[in-house]
Each structure stands twice: as structure tokens, then as C-alpha cells.
């Protein structure tokens, strides 16, 4: 996984647990599927191609990707299968999509989702943009996941039979354990790789304070979720440098090579419970993690230290930081009147946004929530700033798109709509805007005029100036001339592992290379004397370079750490000699003001190569089939993807029985199917759930016989239900709107035992109902946010009953803010109520109901729903109204940071908290004057992560009900909950 966790396939897991003790089954009705992760059309046309040992799918205009990704999934099996020491049963299944600017990918065996690919190049500044080829260390990066999860033998091998492809052990191991193989082996069979660019040493040298003990879960502090990647990777790289060629450890393998040795690691462990690590590699090398962990800190802090005395030992930069705590800082531009320093930038604290600083002042604004993009430009009359942000364009497509901010108006407005346009720069006359245009996995260079209409701009017609070959990637290009004639940019040709400073001639067309010399030289930019200068690792360091034509470049900065993203003032009055760039300060990229060096040596500055495996380089290329593809069909992944047995049972009844669930390859079709046999009853309980994609509402079709309340041990309630659900949601880049209209037909039976037989008591008529909800959600939260810390969320429901030819109309509203108080803390006044046309005493769900704590240990308040509302301080305490009304605000506030974990035991703690509450509820009823329940309470939460991606939370809380009357009292209580799994 590159970037993001594999979410579905895992909450399966909990509806295919044995279940013992258990006299019924709650049921989930909402299914998983891949597209909730990658946002599928299933509108598209997909087509398929089949190899020896993949099944890929794709929309039918990635055609040429796919065929060559079925090629390069060929021979990641060719390289990765002998090292990992498995092959995968049954083919394995594979997307491609091209509907995100954000270039990721990822893979999980479980439930056989497969492996996932965003094809879209990544940007210069990705931690992934040191590459040769990247599809092909795409591919090898998730296929290396896919390999190590799907191990299964010993006891786990039934398992997969019994269960499905649900219980895979190597899933479930430590995060850096999985990502760290993965960077490996990007490493090991490409020429390039992470493992072997500037970036993970600069974070070396930056004296970063890392410990075993936080990779087990998540980091808000920089350099975030890479931290994963990048400690995973420097233990398994320091563990294959010190594996010895010979008997393992406990002498039942022979290792006959560092690769041998790490697959010896990952098929052993397909064998053992996945938690506890320290035995397996004991057992291989004869050394557990600590030791590869404290081995590696000495051999680094040797190389590192003489690294840092090379790079003192000529002038070092002066550095005057503008931000401080900044998580990432990207780009930045100085306005043509020098009053303006414009930089987009997040933070442990905030999401990312858009923020100007004045430069007489120093004082700075945030001015709008702002997603990537790195190019920053200015008009030139200083009026308005041109940028761009990576938002959602569809429910399907998350694209990036060009903007402009009015400093005069204080508003934005958009440029493009779907363009896939980026990085945007303004000649200094004002005319043109030069900007990268990303189309088919390629991403090329664009230009346009600038024009204006009355207060705001648009573009003019855009017109593609230089498309490189496909998968080629043009990065941060800048005007050279003032009137926009000339242009540079970097260029990553593909299968390169480097990238150039090219110039591009508007008049002739001419493209010539300014840099080509084997390094990584990227993000060009010009000064106001037209002196062109880049950042280069040419040394190992990311520094700054003037280009000189005809000469040797010109090293003119010396930081230990790294600079990126650097941009010089284009004002008359401005300091020629002072630039501006992100510089990496230890704790993150901060914004910073440095000046011109006079040329240094580079031969001097140039520090040893980061310590990474030799890469494995075919003697001969891989040569490419051209593979068929046929339109696409929901089998055979339509075939179950997990099943389980259940079994429950306590002294009068027990039930068995089973369950199985699936979906197909592109997710236009899901299904739950549900059986048991209750002995109490003699009776069959079934569940039947059925969900399509491919209309323009997602139609989920369900119906249900089940045994559902006991009413002591001798009666029981049988219910038959059939319903219709048409959904549809509505996605914006920071907000959500859901709707969902149902109409569903009830019924019930009511028996009593007898010895010999059941006797029918009552049977109700069906009950006819049509539910709408509509939900909104706009909510803000950061690393560090013990809940959401702005926006809101807003849900107003109606239910129509048709009992007995009397209809019943019932409604809910639920209205909730988050307030940012100070640091974290957070207000959250929240008003909720529902309402009945009439009381009904035959059908009671037809009344408004307010229900008091359960006093679980696993569910201490009822949840909000046109069933029910919530309330505290009244525990084990159910009102019936016509109308009821409930206030409420809550205080939370942090109390400690930990994000430690216990070495590499499977658990980390987070968070721990506070917060406060009062509270009041108003009910009306017919015939009744008006109560109120007042409440209060207070309470303490940590938030935990046990086996790595189940979030745990323990909460101690006191609530105190103020109407004695109506059964108020205190109470101390305990929760624990658990949330949704997270890979």
C-alpha cells in the first residue's frame, strides 16, 4: 500500500466469528465494497484481460495501460514469486482506474479484493517520485503486499475453507512489517525506489527521534504515515545486510541468500498467530527486532554523523523561518508589488489551506481550506493570486483544478472545472499562465491567455504545447521570459531514474535539456534578473542550483536537511540575492528566507550514497505480449467472497445455521445471504440483502423472517419484513449529502410455547412504510483532533405508517455544530427531536421514543434514529411522546498525547481526553402537561489501536439525571467500543 489503508474486505471479519453463547445474531445490513475506497463509475464500460496468473479490469479507454500492467504483473510474479516462496491459488484480481490526480495504489487478499492502481504519475514532491519506471514500481510495490498477505498454511489453510478469504495471518502483522517488505523490494528490482532517495536520509540527518514502539500505529507529527514505510524499510534493509548464507537459526532452512531470508520471514509467518514477531526471526536469523533496530541506530548514527561534518565543513546557509510547526509547506510566491508572500501549508493542527502573509506586518491569514497543489502565482497588478487544488469534480473523479483567489474582494472563483490542470505560473506582463495538464497516465505541459472580465479572469482557449511520450510527467513550470515566450519545467522521463530541467521555446517550439545528468533536478525557478535556478540532490542533499549555460551548474546553497519549492521576488525593490523555499527543519517543512551563497564546491559537499540493496537488473527486457481484452462480466468474481458457520446456543436453545457475502470485481452488485435454525423455536431464521450499483440510485433490495424479542422463555415475536432502499449520495471535496428514500412492509407474530406445539397469539397485518433521509456532513478534523473541530452535520428524516388504513407520520431532526474553542478543544451544542402525528398503542414504533443508557460495557447510550433518541442520566428508562425535543452541549478537551505503543506488542494508545456535558429534553404528549429531564455528567476517554488497525476506546463516564421522578439518577459507568476495522 502506498498511501492508504485497504479498508474493505476487513470489516467482513466480524460477521464470520463462531459464535458461542449467543442466542441471536445482529445483522449488518450495509455492505462493503471496493468502491467505497476508490470511488468506481459503474456506469463506465470495463473491459478484461486475462494472463496466466492476473485478471486486470478496466474502463475501456485505459486499454493501453492495462495491456501494459497485465505485462508488468507478469513479471512481478516472474521476480517476487520464488522470493516470497508462494503463488497465489486462483488468479488474482486487478483494477485499474484513472480518476484521481492523486497518484496511489493498493492490495489486500482479503475477501480477494486484490490489488488496486491509480496510474497517474506522482508529483515531484511525493515521497514515491524516485523512480525509474512508475507503473512498473507500482506494481511491484502492491503485488509484494499481495504475495506476503495471501500466505496462508498450518491451521490457516482450513480456515480459508471455513471461513473464506477472511483469516489470512500475514494481513494482519505489524503496519512497517508490511509496508517495509514492500519498499524493499520497490527498492531491490528497480533502480530507483524510495530506499535509495535523498528524502528518507535528509530525515536521518534532521535527527528525527523515531522508536520501535511508534510504528504500531498512527503518527499526526511528521513525517506522518511514512514513518511506516520508511522505519519498515531501513529494518529490513539492515536485516538483509547482516543475513548470513547458511543454516537458519533453528536449523530447518538453509538461507542461500538476504532475499531468501526475508521470504523465509514471510512464508514462516503464514504459519504462526501474526502478532507477536520476535519469535519468528529469532528462529530464522537468531535476533529479534530490537536487536536489527539497535543495530541499525549505531551503524547509522556513524554514517549520518560523518555525513554532517562534510556538509559543515563549507558555508551553510542562514536560514530566517517564516512558520514554525508546519507539517508540509507547499510552494509559495511573492507578490510583483513585494506587499504579499502567498504558500499553501498544513499541519498537525489543520487541514491544509491557502495562507497570505503580509510582509510589512508579518501578520498571516488563512484564507480557505485548500487540498495539494504546489504552484502559487500573482497577476500582475498583484490583485488576485492564480493557484491550484485538488478537489472532487463527481461522485467518481477527484481531479485538480486552477482557482483564483481576489485579495480586493476576498473571494475564489474557479478557473477549470475537470481540466486535471496544475501548478500554475503567470508571465510577469500579465497575458499568459503556463500550467501541466495530466491526461491517458501522462502528464504534459499546457498554456493559455489570461484574460480578464470585468473584476475576474478566465482562461482563454487552452492549447497543449508539449505532451511528453505516455507516462512521462512535466513538473512546476515557469515563465524564463517576461513575456511568457519562454518556459522551463522538470521533465521525469519514464524508465529515467532522474529528472531534467528542460526549456521550452514558444516561437521556434524548440525542447532542449538545460539539465540532464543523472540526478533528480526538479522545481525550476526564475529570478528577476532571468537567472534560472532548480533543487538537485547532485550531492545527496536536496539543494539549490543556478543554471549556467555552456557551464558547470553552480551550487549556491548548503542546508543539511533539504530545501524545495524555492521562488525569488519579482518586485524592483527586492534583495537579488534573497530567495525563498520550504526548508525541512526536523519537525517538518517550514516556510523560510535564506540568500545566495556564492558558488561552493561540489565534489566537497557530495556525502556517501544512502545504504540500499543492490538492485536485480534483467539481462534481457521483459518482453510484452499483446493480450486480448473482452468486455466485462461480473463472474467469476461474483462468487462468494467470505462465509462463516454460526453456531450459538445457552441452556433452553441453540442456533446454527450460516452466512455468506460477496460482490463482483467493479462493485455493481453486492449480496448478504443469512440462515439458521433456532432449536427454541423450531423455527428457520433467514436474511436476504441485495445491492445495485448500476442505476443512477444505488437500489438495495432485503427481506427478512427472524425471530426477534423473547418475552420471557416461554413467548417470542417472529417478524417478516421486505424493503426497498434508493440511495444516492452527493460528494464535495469537504462535505457530503446523502439521500435515501425506503418503503418496506412489516409484520409480526406473536406465539406462546406449549409443550406439545407454538400457539399463534396474535398476528399483526402487514405494516406498510416509507422512509426519506437526508444527511449532511461538513465536518473538519486534523492529526491531532480527539473529535471533529469545525463544520457540522445535520440529518431531517420522515416516516409514513399505514396501520390499520390510519396513516402516521413521523419526523426526526438531528443538528449538530463543532466549535473550536482553543488548541483541540472543542464545543459541540447539538439539538435533536422527533415528532408523531398521532399516539399509537398497537404499534408502539410508531411513537416518538427517548431511550436512557443501556448500562453495556459495550454500548452505554442508544444511538439517534426515527426508532429512537438518546438521552442521559435516566439509564434503563424508555418515554413515550408525540413531540420531543432534546439540547444538549458537550465539551471535549485533550488531557495527554501518547501515540506510543509497548515495543512491538499489538497495541498503541493515542489519545486521552476529557469532556463535560449538560443536557435537557422536553416531551409532549396528549393529554399530559409538558416534562423536562435535565442531565448532566463528565467523563475521561483513550482512544487505542489493538492488532495495529482495530481503533479501541475505554470511556469512564458519571452521568446524573436531575428528575428523580421520572427515574433520574447518577451513575458511574465503563464503556468499551469498538470501531470500524481500518485495513
Not at 530490537?290 to 558555508?315: C, F, G, H, V
Amino acid at each position: 500500500m502506498l498511501k492508504i489503508p485497504t479498508t474493505i474486505g476487513a470489516a467482513l471479519i466480524s460477521s464470520c466469528l463462531l459464535l458461542v453463547g449467543m442466542p441471536s445474531f445482529a445483522v449488518q445490513a450495509a455492505l462493503p465494497g471496493v468502491s467505497d475506497a476508490v470511488d468506481l463509475d459503474p456506469s463506465l464500460k470495463w473491459r478484461t484481460i486475462e494472463t496466466e496468473h492476473f485478471r486486470v479490469t478496466f474502463p475501456e479507454e485505459l486499454e493501453r495501460t492495462a495491456n501494459r500492467a497485465a505485462n508488468l504483473f507478469e513479471e512481478a510474479h516472474l521476480l517476487l514469486s520464488p522470493r516470497l516462496l508462494w503463488s497465489p491459488l486462483n488468479r488474482t484480481q486487478v483494477l485499474i482506474v484513472d480518476n484521481t490526480d492523486l497518484a496511489n495504489g493498493f492490495a489486500t487478499p482479503v475477501a480477494r479484493i486484490g490489488v488496486v492502481l491509480m496510474v497517474t504519475p506522482p508529483e515531484d514532491w511525493y515521497s514515491t517520485s524516485y523512480y525509474d519506471d512508475w507503473l512498473r514500481l507500482l506494481v511491484l510495490h502492491e503485488y509484494t503486499h499481495f504475495l506476503n498477505m495471501d500466505i496462508t498454511r498450518g491451521i490457516w489453510t482450513p480456515l480459508r475453507y471455513v471461513f473464506g478469504d477472511v483469516f489470512l495471518p500475514n494481513s494482519a502483522l505489524h503496519p512497517w512489517l508490511l509496508e517495509g517488505l514492500a519498499v524493499y523490494m520497490e527498492t531491490r528490482l528497480t533502480r530507483a525506489g524510495r530506499g535509495r532517495s535523498p528524502y528518507y536520509d535528509m530525515l536521518l540527518r534532521s535527527s528525527l527521534d523515531i522508536h520501535l514502539d511508534q510504528l504500531n500505529g498512527p503518527n499526526p507529527y511528521y513525517p506522518g504515515g511514512e514513518i511506516r514505510y520508511f522505519s519498515g524499510y531501513q529494518l529490513f534493509n539492515q536485516l538483509a545486510s547482516e543475513v548470513q548464507v547458511g543454516p537458519t537459526a533453528d536449523a530447518r532452512d538453509l538461507i542461500q541468500s538476504s532475499d531468501h531470508a526475508l521470504g523465509l520471514l514471510s512464508y514462516r509467518s503464514g504459519l504462526r498467530f501474526p502478532f507477536f514477531i520476535n519469535g519468528n526471526l529469532e528462529n530464522i536469523t537468531g535476533k529479534n527486532w530490537y536487536q536489527i533496530w539497535n543495530s541499525w541506530q549505531a551503524a547509522t548514527q556513524k554514517r549520518i554523523t560523518a555525513d554532517l561534518e562534510k556538509l559543515r565543513s563549507e558555508p551553510e546557509s542562514q536560514i530566517v523561518q517564516l512558520t514554525e510547526n508546519n507539517f508540509q509547506t507547499f510552494g509559495g510566491a511573492l507578490s510583483p508589488d513585494g506587499k504579499w508572500l502567498a504558500y499553501t501549508a498544513d499541519s498537525s493542527d489543520r487541514r491544509m489551506g491557502l495562507f497570505l502573509r503580509e510582509q510589512k506586518t508579518g501578520i498571516v491569514r488563512r484564507l480557505i481550506d485548500k487540498f495539494y497543489g504546489t504552484g502559487i502565482s500573482f497577476s500582475a497588478d498583484s490583485s488576485t493570486l492564480f493557484f491550484s487544488a485538488v478537489g472532487r469534480t463527481s461522485n467518481y473523479t477527484t481531479f485538480s483544478d486552477l482557482h483564483a483567489y481576489s485579495l480586493d474582494e476576498d473571494t475564489v472563483y474557479a478557473l477549470s472545472s475537470g481540466l486535471r490542470a496544475r501548478d500554475p505560473s503567470v508571465s510577469r506582463d500579465g497575458q499568459w499562465v503556463v500550467f501541466t495538464l495530466t491526461q491517458d497516465a501522462t502528464t504534459g505541459l499546457a498554456i493559455t491567455p489570461l484574460l480578464k472580465k470585468e473584476d475576474r479572469f478566465e482562461l482563454g482557449p487552452v492549447e497543449r504545447v508539449f505532451m511528453p511520450a505516455v507516462y512521462d510527467r512535466v513538473s512546476n513550470p515557469v515563465f524564463s521570459k517576461p513575456d511568457g515566450s519562454e518556459i522551463v519545467f522538470s521533465l521525469h522521463t519514464n524508465g529515467q531514474a532522474s529528472q531534467e530541467i528542460i526549456h521550452f521555446d514558444r516561437k521556434s517550439g524548440q525542447i532542449s535539456a538545460l539539465v540532464k545528468n543523472g540526478k533528480f533536478n526538479r522545481q525550476p525557478a526564475v529570478s528577476r534578473a532571468g537567472e534560472i535556478y532548480y533543487i538537485s540532490d547532485l550531492t545527496g542533499v536536496d539543494n539549490l542550483y543556478r543554471y549556467r549555460q555552456d557551464r558547470e551548474p553552480e551550487l549556491v546553497s548548503n542546508v543539511t536537511t533539504g530545501l524545495a519549492f524555492p521562488f525569488f521576488s519579482a518586485a524592483e525593490s527586492s534583495d537579488s540575492s534573497e530567495f525563498h523555499a520550504a526548508y525541512f527543519s526536523g519537525n517538518g517543512w517550514n516556510l523560510a528566507r535564506s540568500r545566495l551563497l556564492a558558488p561552493l564546491p561540489i565534489n566537497a559537499l557530495t556525502i556517501s550514497e544512502p545504504p540500499a540493496p543492490k538492485a536485480v537488473v534483467q539481462e534481457q527486457p521483459w518482453s510484452e505480449v499483446e493480450y486480448n481484452s473482452t468486455e466485462y462480466s461480473a463472474t467469476p468474481s461474483i462468487w462468494p467472497r467470505q462465509w462463516a458457520p454460526l453456531l450459538g446456543f445457552d441452556v433452553n436453545r441453540a442456533i446454527f445455521g450460516g452466512q455468506m457475502l460477496g460482490f463482483d470485481a467493479i462493485d455493481r452488485h453486492r449480496y448478504f445471504l443469512l440462515f439458521t435454525y433456532d432449536t427454541l423455536t423450531a423455527k428457520p431464521d433467514w436474511l436476504v440483502t441485495y445491492t445495485n450499483r448500476m442505476f443512477w440510485p444505488t437500489v438495495t433490495l432485503s427481506a427478512e423472517n427472524t425471530t426477534s424479542a423473547f418475552s420471557g422463555l416461554l413467548n417470542y415475536t417472529r417478524r417478516a419484513r421486505l424493503e426497498v432502499e434508493l440511495s444516492r449520495a452527493w460528494l464535495n471535496t469537504y462535505s457530503r449529502f446523502n439521500t435515501a428514500l425506503a418503503f418496506r412492509a412489516d409484520r409480526s407474530f406473536n406465539y406462546e410455547r406449549t409443550d406439545s406445539s407454538d400457539r399463534l397469539i396474535f398476528a399483526k397485518k402487514y405494516v406498510p412504510s416509507a422512509d426519506l433521509a437526508l444527511e449532511y456532513s461538513d465536518t473538519e478534523t486534523s492529526r491531532l483532533a480527539v473529535v471533529p473541530e469545525g463544520g457540522g452535520r445535520m440529518t431531517l428524516a420522515g416516516r409514513s405508517y399505514l396501520d390499520d388504513g390510519l396513516a402516521t407520520w413521523k419526523a426526526l431532526y438531528i443538528a449538530r455544530q463543532y466549535l473550536r474553542i482553543s488548541d483541540h478543544s472543542v464545543a459541540i451544542p447539538k439539538l435533536k427531536g422527533a415528532w408523531s402525528s398521532r399516539t399509537n398503542f398497537e404499534y408502539f414504533p410508531a411513537n416518538v421514543t427517548l431511550e436512557g443508557n443501556a448500562s453495556s460495557l459495550t454500548s452505554a447510550h442508544a444511538s439517534d434514529s426515527l426508532d429512537q433518541l438518546g438521552i442521559r442520566g435516566y439509564p434503563l428508562t424508555v418515554f413515550y411522546a408525540r413531540n420531543a425535543n432534546v439540547f444538549s452541549l458537550d465539551y471535549y478537551f485533550p488531557l495527554l498525547r501518547v501515540f506510543r505503543g509497548i515495543g512491538t506488542a499489538p497495541v498503541f494508545f493515542e489519545n486521552f481526553y476529557g469532556f463535560v456535558f449538560g443536557e435537557t429534553s422536553l416531551l409532549l404528549s396528549e393529554g399530559r402537561p409538558a416534562r423536562s429531564l435535565p442531565s448532566a455528567g463528565a467523563g475521561v476517554k483513550l482512544s487505542t489501536r489493538f492488532f495495529f488497525e482495530a481503533p479501541v476506546e475505554f470511556t469512564i463516564e458519571y452521568d446524573y439525571g436531575f428528575r428523580k421522578q421520572a427515574r433520574g439518577r447518577g451513575e458511574l459507568f465503563a464503556v468499551i467500543s469498538a470501531g470500524a476495522l481500518l485495513f
